[in-house]
């Protein structure tokens, strides 16, 4: 089953009483969207059980009081949607529990519980998911070249990578380039526990994206001159350990001693416990 919210419903409450959505993984399409256009919408007191995400549009939307174990991303949060509100639902996603899409803005998620996230990689023409391993592994909430949003107040537990990264994409595998950081965010108040770090700002920098076929250039970094802070040191050997297949590779694996450095921004956010 599954729902698809358009500007008719503007301005609806929906107590949806625990009904339970899921789109076929074949299909690659979301469990719930709400379309471009939509304004004000409250969506509560449902369940999105083994399937892919709900992805959002317009503004004004409220969701809260839903429970989600998807394939892919929990809930996407998509460019342009602003003053969205994600509050009290339980999230279990494959890939990151909520995504905070680029040029979104002034969003706030609270008292979300965001579990045993980005574990998984799903692949619709396959029948089964794969695990992610090393640099493909994901964080619980996810703020790229998103501005001006507060998380507060949030669980976020066992997550595979990290509790919150905030980072500008690099472009990678024909995304578009971002035209701005994840900037003026506010992060405070959220208890985390179980991921190799806690919130990452500028989550890109500094790491191997080598294996993310960017598109907005970069540069190869020696790693002995790469700052030594443990979760990048981690992530960079991670990296480092998989075998290379780019053409443009000049450094081979087991061999390779350097990493390829992209541009990151994630400036003037406020961070605290």
């Not at 599954?2 to 419903?9: G, I, M």
């Not at 969205?84 to 680029?102: F, Q, W």
């Not at 008292?111 to 998911?129: E, K, M, S, V």
Request: hydrophobic share 35%.
């Amino acid at each position: 089953m599954t729902l698809l919210l358009t500007p008719k419903d503007n301005g609806k409450v929906l107590d949806l009483g625990s009904q339970i959505f899921s789109a076929p993984r074949k299909d690659n399409s979301p469990a719930i969207v709400f379309e471009r256009g939509t304004k004000d919408i409250t969506l509560r007191n449902f369940k999105v059980s083994k399937g892919r995400n709900i992805r959002v549009h317009g503004s004004g939307h409220i969701i809260e009081d839903a429970v989600l174990d998807t394939y892919g991303v929990g809930i996407f949060v998509e460019s342009g949607a602003h003053h969205i509100t994600i509050s009290t639902n339980d999230i279990k996603a494959g890939a990151v529990g909520i995504y905070l899409e680029h040029g979104s803005h002034h969003n706030l998620v609270e008292h979300n519980t965001i579990h045993d996230c980005g574990y998984w990689a799903d692949q619709a023409r396959l029948p089964f998911r794969v695990p992610r391993m090393g640099w493909d592994r994901r964080e619980g909430i996810a703020v790229d070249a998103s501005t001006d949003n507060v998380i507060q107040y949030n669980t976020l537990r066992d997550n595979a990578f990290a509790g919150i990264c905030l980072y500008r994409n690099c472009g990678e595998q024909g995304e578009p380039v971002r035209k701005q950081g994840a900037n003026r965010n506010v992060i405070y108040g959220n208890e985390i526990t179980g991921s190799k770090v806690e919130v990452w700002n500028a989550a890109r920098e500094w790491r191997d994206m080598l294996m993310w076929d960017c598109s907005c250039g970069g540069e190869w970094v020696d790693l002995k001159d790469v700052p030594k802070q443990p979760y990048q040191q981690w992530f960079n050997w991670a990296c480092l350990l998989t075998p290379l297949v780019i053409k443009e590779a000049k450094f081979r694996w087991p061999i390779r001693r350097k990493i390829w450095v992209v541009p990151d921004e994630a400036e003037d956010n406020v961070i605290s416990s």
